[in-house]
Antibody, heavy 121, light 106 residues
Framework: EVQLVESGGGLVQPGGSLRLSCAAS????????MNWVRQAPGKGLEWVSY????????YYADSVKGRFTISRDNAKNSLYLQMNSLRAEDTAVYYC??????????????WGQGTLVTVSS | DIQMTQSPSSLSASVGDRVTITCQAS??????LNWYQQKPGKAPKLLIY???NLETGVPSRFSGSGSGTDFTFTISSLQPEDIATYYC????????FGQGTKLEIK
């Protein structure tokens, strides 16, 4: 059974840092691209970042570029999101999501349960 | 960046009704569009991929259509368990979600 379990969320002051983790199991983690998606309280979904299966290709949303860093450790079946210079508007539930791509399509087929990040003084 | 405009933002319908949600892309995205369902406190769930393909295990009352810039998501006969927020997502250039449609029972 595919499982994605996020951890590392919590309360942090503006300007602070936090590192999120996503532990993957039930599939060959090193074969899949991964993403982080966030959802502010009462708001919609916002794609945050993408990392290729090898880690060689990375993309970020403009809203987090230069502040967040996505990474992965395929030996540990883990995905990470290092968040620096946090702002109140980064407050959200952060989901990791597995990307499934064929020759013609891509979608997020499995999601974690999410971890809440609250940025407040 | 590709913007996705989803409408309506909320919708109230009765059990058995046909429900339609639209999603418009700011540029041609071919059929590179997915639809997700999110229930309160839960992670999103994929329903439709490539604009019109039903994900395995998803009831056939859900369907999608469209290409280019205009897309439609339909529930043919609304069931109580369909109460959720629905999102479109483009994947032509990175990823963008629509703002969501909150579906309620009348």
């Amino acid at each position: 059974e595919v499982q994605l379990v996020e951890s590392g969320g919590g309360l942090v002051q503006p300007g602070g840092s936090l590192r999120l983790s996503c532990a993957a199991s039930g599939f060959t983690f090193s074969s899949y691209e991964m993403n982080w998606v966030r959802q502010a309280p009462g708001k919609g979904l916002e794609w945050v970042s993408y990392i290729s299966s090898s880690g060689s290709t990375i993309y970020y949303a403009d809203s987090v570029k230069g502040r967040f860093t996505i990474s992965r450790d395929n030996a540990k079946n883990s995905l990470y999101l290092q968040m620096n210079s946090l702002r109140a508007e980064d407050t959200a539930v952060y989901y990791c999501a597995r990307e499934h791509c064929s020759s013609t399509s891509c979608h997020f087929d499995y999601w974690g349960q999410g971890t809440l990040v609250t940025v407040s003084s | 960046d590709i913007q996705m405009t989803q409408s309506p933002s909320s919708l109230s319908a009765s059990v058995g009704d046909r429900v339609t949600i639209t999603c418009q892309a700011s540029q041609d995205i071919s059929n590179y569009l997915n639809w997700y369902q999110q229930k309160p406190g839960k992670a999103p769930k994929l329903l439709i991929y490539d604009a019109s393909n039903l994900e395995t295990g998803v009831p056939s009352r859900f369907s999608g259509s469209g290409s280019g810039t205009d897309f439609t998501f339909t529930i043919s006969s609304l069931q109580p368990e369909d109460i959720a927020t629905y999102y479109c997502q483009q994947y032509d250039n990175l990823y963008t979600f629509g703002q969501g449609t909150k579906l309620e029972i009348k």
